[in-house]
Every structure is written in C-alpha cells, then in structure tokens.
T-cell receptor
Framework: NAGVMQNPRHLVRRRGQEARLRCSPMKGHSHVYWYRQLPEEGLKFMVYLQKENIIDESGMPKERFSAEFPKEGPSILRIQQVVRGDSAAYFC???????????FGQGTRLTVV | DQQVKQNSPSLSVQEGRISILNCDYTNSMFDYFLWYKKYPAEGPTFLISISSIKDKNEDGRFTVFLNKSAKHLSLHIVPSQPGDSAVYFCAAQGNTGFQKLVFGTGTRLLVSP
C-alpha cells in the first residue's frame, strides 16, 4: 500500500510562472490536506479537501493560490504568477475520514528564482 | 500569533540518555496533541499523541506528558539513539468538526554516539 505520493519532489519556477503541485492520497483515503513550511518555520495549514469539495480553505492566500481534488486523479495545488516568497516546502496529507490521523507525503520543494 | 511554541530550536543529547522536548500552547480549545518526527527531505511522520483527558501516554521509548493547567506538553525519549536525530514537531488540534493541525516551529534533536 503506497503512501501519499507527491510530485514533483523539486520544482523550480521563474517569477511570474505557474506552479502545479500534485498529490495522490493513500489508497482508500478521500480526505486531503495541504500544508506549507516556510524556511525555519513549522508547517502551516492551507486547505482541506474531500473529493470534488473544498471543506476548509482558511489557510490559503486569497490570491494566486487554488486547490482542487477531482473525482478522478490527484489533488492539485496551483500557484499562479509565483513570487520569491512562495518558495517553500509544500506537504500533502491524507486520511480515510476527516477525524482521523493524517499521513504526510514527502513534500514538494518549490524554489522561485 | 504562534499558538504552539517550541522554544528550543535545538537539543543535543548523548546516546543512552534521556531526551526531553518541550512544547507550550496558548489556545485552551486545543484538546488533542501530537508529536511528529521529520528527517531532512522527507515528510513528517507521526510519532505519538495524547488526548486532553489524559496526562500521560507511553509507546515504547517515547512518552508524552500533558499538563493542561500549564498548557505544556513534553516528549521524553529514553534511551535516546542516534537514529532519533531529526526535527520534532509538536502539533495541536481542536475538538469540534474538522480541526486543522497547528504546528510548532520544531526542535532539532541531535543524538551523538
């Protein structure tokens, strides 16, 4: 049973480009969470999704960031017109239900140059 | 506003000794606490948790203590091993509906042989 799979592991984008981060949850998990870790900080919650629904996006920046978890395929975190401050490690986690402990992926390290 | 604080960025311990990692929180609505371990370039891995109805939870070499009145918890690792060297994150969660994990900034533990 594969764990939470994130790709790419590393992503380099120039300022103004778009970044798309993908997350495939563990088999049987329909709840996905995205967290961001800025350098020298802890992980900060961004968004919680179930299949085709955004449940809580209170941690998402209001502009340029969006997330989806379609009926088929991985969850996508999309960052438009990236800026240097978006450079961080982005972690996805999944759980079988909303109240259970989530398992984390290995993260995508985004570098904006 | 940092609701979960780990005031020691690093800790060095000799192999075989006890490691004590501390965590303080400010939000009295938190009622579930978790410790995660994180190696470089990997995602956080769940280690141990404790509910607010308990003051101690033990799992092998790892014990978590919770002092609700002081809003303080600690993770004890006995005996410490070199493989325990990692960054340890304390996280807290509320008790109604979906509650995101609120992470501390982490403590880097180094266990030397």
């Amino acid at each position: 049973n594969a764990g939470v799979m994130q790709n790419p592991r590393h992503l380099v984008r120039r300022r103004g480009q778009e970044a798309r981060l993908r997350c495939s949850p563990m088999k049987g998990h329909s709840h996905v969470y995205w967290y961001r870790q800025l350098p020298e900080e802890g992980l900060k919650f961004m968004v919680y999704l179930q299949k085709e629904n955004i449940i809580d996006e209170s941690g998402m920046p209001k502009e340029r960031f969006s997330a989806e978890f379609p009926k088929e395929g991985p969850s996508i975190l999309r960052i438009q017109q990236v800026v240097r401050g978006d450079s961080a490690a982005y972690f996805c986690a999944s759980s079988p239900t909303g109240g259970q402990r989530a398992f984390f992926g290995q993260g995508t390290r985004l570098t904006v140059v | 506003d940092q609701q979960v604080k780990q005031n020691s960025p690093s800790l060095s311990v000799q192999e075989g000794r006890i490691s004590i990692l501390n965590c303080d929180y400010t939000n009295s609505m938190f009622d579930y606490f978790l410790w995660y371990k994180k190696y470089p370039a990997e995602g956080p891995t769940f280690l141990i948790s404790i509910s607010s109805i308990k003051d101690k939870n033990e799992d092998g070499r790892f014990t978590v203590f919770l002092n609700k009145s002081a809003k303080h918890l600690s993770l004890h690792i006995v005996p410490s091993q070199p493989g325990d060297s990692a960054v340890y994150f304390c996280a807290a969660q509320g008790n109604t509906g979906f509650q995101k994990l609120v992470f501390g900034t982490g403590t880097r533990l180094l266990v030397s042989p």
